[in-house]
Every structure is written in C-alpha cells, then in structure tokens.
C-alpha cells in the first residue's frame, strides 16, 4: 500500500488529472504544514494555527508606510510568505499570490489597552489572506509605548524562520527598499529553492514512512488516547479570557536543561491534570531540512509525539531519554503517518494533542530593531490556545517557564497547580550514576 506521503504526492502532481505536471502558481506541503492543515480543518470557523511575535516600541518608532514596504519585500522574496494554504481536489497545496501586508493600526475600543485591541485582532483573523499580517496597537490612549504584533500562519513558519523574519525585516526597515520590489531573477531563484526544498522533504518523509518506522509508532502509541475531557460550555464569565496563563523563572543548570527532563516535568503537569494510569499524547516540534536542501523560509519542523504515561512514580531519567532517542531514530516519519500507525493498531487516537511542549534558545531570538531601535519582546495571554495546553521553555542565564491553558477544559486553579508539579519536577535532584 502506497505511503500517505506517497499517495499526497500522486495527487499534487495530478491536481486536474493532467499530464504530471502541478499546475502554475501551486506548490506542494510537507507533511507538517499537512498537519496544520487538518488543525485548521477541524476548527468551525476555518481559522488557522497562529504564530504571534510582540514587540513594545517607544511610541512613534513604527513608520506603517514603511514597515510594510519592509513587509511586502519579504513576501514578494520568500514564497511561503506569500503562498495562501488551499485544498485542491481534497489535496492540500499553497497557491502563490502577490504580497499584500499592511499595518493595520489598531483602534482601541473603550476600556482596551493594546493587548485587548490586539488579542482582539487575532481572534478576528480572516480565514482567507497573507499568512504575514502586522498589526500596531497603542499601548494605552495617552501613554509612551505601542506595541506592535507580527503575526504569521504556522503554516508559512518554524522556530528559524521565526528568528529570520525578525532579522530580515528590521535590515528592510532599516535599509529602506525600493517600490520595485527584489528583482525577478532573486524572485524566482528563491521560488525554485523553495520548491526544491519541500520535495527534498516530502522524499525524506516518505523514507521516514517506512514499515519499520510505522510498526514502531503503532507499538508506541498503541495505549495512546485523548485524555483531554469534552470542552465545557459557557465556562467563562463576563470579561473572562479564553485563555490561562502564568509563568515562572528558576536557576538554569550550566548545560541548561536536558529535553527529557523537561519530557518528565510536562509528565507531572499531566498527571495533575488528567490523573494517573493514563498515556497522555504530548507533541513537540523536533527536526531540521533535508541534506542539500537551501536555507529557504518555511515549515520544515515536524511535530513527533511522547506517549507521557501519568502516575505517582516518575520514570527513571535514563528510561525516559532512552524512550526519547528511541523516537528520535524515527522523528521523520510525517504526523499523519503516526497517526495513521496508532490507529491501525488499535489505538482509536485520532490525532488530537493534549499537550504541547516547545523549547527555545533565548540567544537564537534576535530582538526586531527598527532604524537603530530595540524593541521589547512581549507575551500577551489570554490568547485562544490551540490544545489543553501548552509549555514553552525559554533558555539562557534562567529557566523561562510558561503555561497556557484552555479554560474551557482546565480550571486555573487545576492549571496552577499542574505547573506548581512541573516546577518542582525541574526543581528536583538530578540522581547520579554509579
């Protein structure tokens, strides 16, 4: 039986039943912009997974006229930027379009600051548009900071495009860029890098996707199944977030801490918030570009999943980055694959993640500058959140600990003290050997 990867491939080259050749202006999706692709699906209103950036300026640093010119330079250079994600004939492709990014300069309603005009735009993010948007909202009517977002479609961006966008636009802000535009020859130089690039990749998926990699996910997933309880209606109350959140900083260790002990504490986090004797679905993003492939923008991440099992007694460091390595021989094999490998042996997962673990490098993230100005990186909470809930761990001279959660799922008060669990699992001893 044909791969999925395989059988997506058939398909994109065939969109129209045609001759094997895609048609103009669409190119093909790896397998993990595949999977924001089902997310996105499974959402009512069709909205997308979001990946928002803040930064807080002196109030007057953000020229719109010229950060969009920024803005548009960079999608009319880098194809993901401008590419809106559709589904073919049941197939998923991103169809190019002309760059298009305004400021939008946000209007604040009464009694909103800028995170509430802003979290505001971002639940009324259209469905159909650039997978790049910027919005600019004053921090308060009379005050001295404005905040602005940069906003992208998971879709179009991973944890180093992120980095590099952020670079790229403060040099095309700082540099100035003509009304023309990169020249075409850098235009289509870029567009076949890119290309290249993800069929470089969808060819490693399918490698990835092989009987032995599909017979080890089933086996390892097969105790696998949401655990997260039916969202509960009408939970929140006049002015009440969708969202939770709360965050903590500690000691880093001087290599900073290993991911599967950091696997270990989102494991106490589970068992507070599901109980235990369960296998909690945990996803993290986990991968690079293919071998050969160019340095292009885009989202070449996939997201692997770690069967968390809850209870009162932690598995040994050494069992837990055992398991660890172990999925990491087969980090490759695409999402739905995975999915598709549980389900066949018996699991009844249906690709649902109930938590979500993400680690970043606080020296990887440059700060955006703007014409020799700093700005100020920012969190705004009470952002809708796409799963149970999220950690993300930021490292450097501390521990950065952050948590979110779905309050129509999880209590904050069940929340907090699942984080309290998390923190004093970092917190403890690291037993040594011998």
């Known amino acids: 039986m044909l791969s999925i990867t395989r059988q997506y491939l ?80 049941g197939t998923p492709v991103r169809r190019l379009a002309l760059p298009d990014v305004p400021v939008v300069q946000m209007s604040a309603a009464s009694g909103e600051d800028a995170a509430a005009a802003l979290r505001r735009a971002l639940s009324d993010w259209a469905p159909q548009g650039s997978p790049l948007r910027l919005f600019l909202a004053q921090d308060e009517p009379a005050g001295e900071r404005e905040v602005l977002a940069v906003v992208l479609e998971h879709t179009a961006c991973d944890g180093r495009s992120l980095a590099r966008i952020v670079e790229e636009l403060g040099a095309a802000y700082t540099d100035g860029v003509g009304g023309g535009g990169p020249s075409p020859a850098d235009v289509d130089a870029e567009l076949d890098a890119y290309r290249e690039a993800v069929l470089l990749q969808l060819d490693a998926e399918e490698r990835a996707g092989s009987p032995a990699a599909m017979a080890y996910w089933g086996d390892r997933l097969r105790a696998v199944r949401e655990q997260a309880p039916a969202p509960r209606p009408e939970t929140s109350g006049p002015g009440m977030l969708p969202s939770g959140a709360a965050e903590l900083r500690m000691p880093a260790p001087d290599a900073g801490a290993s991911f599967p002990r950091l696997l270990d504490a989102c494991r106490a986090a589970a068992t507070v918030l599901y109980g235990s004797g369960r296998v909690v679905p945990l996803g993290y993003p986990w991968g690079g570009r293919p071998p050969g492939a160019a340095p292009v923008l885009g989202c ?54 109930d938590g979500l673990l993400t680690v970043d490098d606080a020296r990887q993230r440059p700060p955006l500058r703007l014409d020799g100005v700093t700005g100020r990186e920012i969190h705004i909470d009470g952002r809708a959140v796409r799963g149970p809930f999220a950690v993300s761990v930021t490292q450097g001279s501390e521990l950065h600990v952050r948590m979110a959660w779905d309050r129509a799922v999880h209590s904050d008060d069940t929340a907090k003290g699942a984080l309290a669990a998390l923190a004093d699992a970092l917190r403890a001893p690291v037993p040594t050997a011998g």
């Open 10 to 89: 058939a398909r994109y080259h065939r969109p129209d039943g045609g001759d094997g050749a895609p048609a103009p202006g669409l190119l093909p999706v790896t397998g993990a912009q595949r999977r924001f692709v089902l997310v996105r699906s499974m959402d009512p209103a069709g909205r997308p997974d979001l990946v928002p950036m803040f930064f807080s300026f002196p109030r007057g640093t953000v020229d719109p006229r010229r950060l969009s010119a920024a803005a548009e330079h960079l999608a009319a250079l880098h194809p993901v930027l401008r590419a809106r994600p559709a589904v073919l004939r």
């Open 300 to 353: 070449f991440l996939n997201t692997v999943v770690f069967p968390t099992s809850t209870g009162a007694t932690p598995a040994s460091p050494e069992e837990t980055a055992g398991a660890w390595w172990d999925d990491l021989d087969h980090a490759g094999t695409p999402f739905d694959e995975v999915v598709h490998a549980a389900r066949a042996a018996g699991s009844g997962w249906a690709g649902r993640l």
